[in-house]
């Protein structure tokens, strides 16, 4: 039997078991990942958080991040807050500001004197083929066709991961557990999407909810609030700074424009730790 030591840590109620790749060996098959992830027989959490030695010298460690459903994906924003929290408390770093690799590239969080998190999201990408979405030209909303007689109008972007932001009159009553999954899988998404359903309530509040791919409704999502902030303020409809109130609790973004970064800070919170006995290979 194999026992791995990890931590269990949330963001905004968007929760991780972390994983040190550096201190011990993490060899995880995508059914080990999945029964980790699950929530009656595993340890339970939205995404799975591996933490490994750079690949380069000029940064300070490699994050990789795992859906529920065991599929790898390129980036998480709530889980790179926590990234930066468990590389301090775990001794793996002892500066308060890291450069990281992701599938998504480089970004760069810095743990606050108040215990709150800021990361450069690095710079949002909104030509199809970076996303990727399939669309012969770059547009500021684009129609789907999710069902015979159902169009939405989504602001598609990347932040490192597809994002397909909906505005909507009332996001509690947003359609987000019935055409989530539709949008995620919708076929001009080759990799999937992220489906945003943002509610504007002035010019610097957002309030939000985000089906994640490959895991479903969270309550939170990091990457989500940067990308329906971004959509709002691209779109002329938000300033440059926005608090997006989730369901579990309050993020604050700030862009200012095309060809900068997106700036996401927030709270990273430690659960407990523990030991998991992996199954057998």
Known sequence: MRRLAFTKMQGLGNDFVVLDGVSQDV????????????????????QILLVERAVS????????????????????GNGARCFVRFVRERGL?????????????IIEPRLLPNG?????????????AAI??????????????????????????????????QFVADVERAPVLTQGSAVERHAR???????????????????????????????????????????GIERGMLDASVRIAM??????????????????????VTVFDGIWDAPPQ
């Not at 709150?116 to 909104?126: A, C, K, L």
């Not at 489906?195 to 985000?210: E, F, N, T, W």
């Open 189 to 231: 998404f080759p990799e999937g999407a992220n489906a945003g359903y943002a509610q504007i309530v002035d010019r610097g509040r957002l309030k939000l909810r985000v089906w994640e791919r490959g895991v479903g409704e969270t309550l939170a999502c990091g990457t989500g609030a940067c990308a329906a902030a971004v959509a």
């Open 27 to 46: 060899q995880l098959s995508r059914d080990d990942l999945r029964l980790l992830a699950d929530r009656h027989f595993g340890v339970g959490c939205d």
């Open 57 to 76: 010298p000029e940064n300070d460690f490699r994050y990789r991040i795992f859906n529920a459903d065991g599929g790898e994906v390129q980036q998480c």
């Open 132 to 165: 990727p979405f399939v669309a012969d030209d770059e547009q500021r909303e684009y129609t789907l066709a999710l069902n015979p007689g159902e169009f939405v109008h989504v602001s598609v972007l990347s932040m490192g991961n597809p994002h397909a932001v």
């Open 116 to 128: 709150e998190v800021t990361v450069n999201m690095g710079v949002p990408r909104f030509e199809p």
């Open 93 to 105: 770093a002892d500066k308060d500001e890291l450069r990281v690799e992701t599938l998504g590239g």
């Open 247 to 268: 369901r579990g609790g309050i993020l604050a973004v700030d862009w200012h424009g095309r060809n900068t970064p997106v700036m996401m800070t927030g709270p990273a």
